[in-house]
């Protein structure tokens, strides 16, 4: 059974940083794009950053050069670090997992910017 579980959510006033891990199980890793999506209350959910089984990665263009994604597939592992937080970044973010065939999400965790 595959699990995404992410950790490391929480409050952080503007300006701050956070860095939220995922780890997977049950999946052949290596194999899936990995990626994080946010949430906020009201909107759609929408992507911040994708990273390839090779380490390519993509980003939206509102966490361009604040946001870094980065992956170990020793660990089964894919992290997002989170530098100069806006309040508008406040979301719950998930963790996603894409293959030719399969598509798999976690639980999410969340992220409150605010003074």
């Known amino acids: 059974q595959v699990q995404l579980v992410e950790s490391g959510g929480g409050l952080v006033q503007p300006g701050g940083s956070l860095r939220l891990s995922c780890v997977a199980s049950g999946m052949m890793f290596s194999r899936y794009v990995m990626g994080w999506y946010r949430q906020a209350p009201g909107n759609q959910r929408e992507l911040v950053a994708v990273i390839s089984s090779s380490g390519a990665t993509n980003y939206a263009d509102f966490v361009k050069g604040r946001f870094t994604i980065s992956r170990d597939n020793a660990k089964n592992t894919v992290d997002l670090q989170m530098d100069s937080l806006k309040p508008e970044d406040t979301a719950v973010y998930y963790c996603?997992?894409?293959?030719?065939?399969?598509?798999?999400w976690g639980q999410g965790t969340q992220v409150t910017v605010s003074a």
């Open positions: 996603n997992a894409r293959g030719l065939l399969n598509l798999y």
